[in-house]
């Protein structure tokens, strides 16, 4: 991401966070601040904030350290604001660019990149679930807003790519986000790792239909004969379809694709 676009020194206050961030921020410009009053020692702050701003802030303090250490190893990556003109919008590296106002820095570098509302919020979100540390209930929630954004991220490949795993991988978090009873479940808790998915299906009747389904072969070769699909190629072609594989229907419904 940081490899496109121009690189240049912006001025902080012409930089503003991140509106589209999915991974919304619990601290604000007066906890910052605070922050600084309180220097070095910070914990006598942070021990009078919620849990969830505390350790929100205490990541950022990490950060701010590592930067002023080593430098910022990456720069930030910015665009257009969309109703302040002249000034400038984050788009990815929000906590670079906090803890950058932490240190009393004036300036950061940034890639500067024009990019419509569309990109910016693909670009928000696939930068918040380059992270290591989310949890599979965060993984999905992002997932699915990207495939409520671009209609690439309902293909493997691409959730492969964005969160570096294996295929496997990316059709059950593909699962999770586009089947509304896996998705609920992941929300109330139910489904907090990969192996709880099988126990739930089979609690909720919801195990994919396995027996081989004709599909509409006649048609599609004109010689009256009929393809069987065994269970691993039927959800598969189901995956490829967009159709919910547990459905009672789910024969019926990959033929009426196909047709």
Known sequence: MSGEGEVRVFNLEKLHPNIFNPRKLNFSNSDIDQLKTHKPNYEVYLNQIDDT?????TELLALASSIDQSGL??????????????????????????????????????????????????LSIAENLARHDLTLKEKVIGLKELMAID???????????????????????LKLAKQESHYTA???GQITQ?????????????????????????KLTNKGTYLKLNKQQTLKLAELLSIDTNVESLADLIIEKLS
């Open 186 to 188: 992941v929300m109330s």
């Open 73 to 122: 190893l990456q720069p930030i990556v910015v665009t257009d604001h969309p109703s302040i003109i002249g000034e400038y919008m984050v788009v990815a590296g929000e906590r670079r660019y906090w803890s950058h106002i932490l240190l009393g820095r004036t300036v950061i570098r940034a890639v500067y990149r024009q990019v419509n509302e569309k990109a910016h919020r693909t």
């Open 151 to 173: 209609e690439n991220f309902n293909r493997a490949e691409h959730v492969m790519n964005l969160f570096g795993v294996r295929k496997s991988a990316a059709y059950m978090l």
């Open 53 to 57: 701003t505390k350790d929100q802030l």
């Open 194 to 218: 990969f192996r709880d998915i099988e126990e739930f299906e089979k609690s909720h009747n919801l195990s994919p239909i396995t027996e081989k389904i004709p599909t509409v072969g006649k």
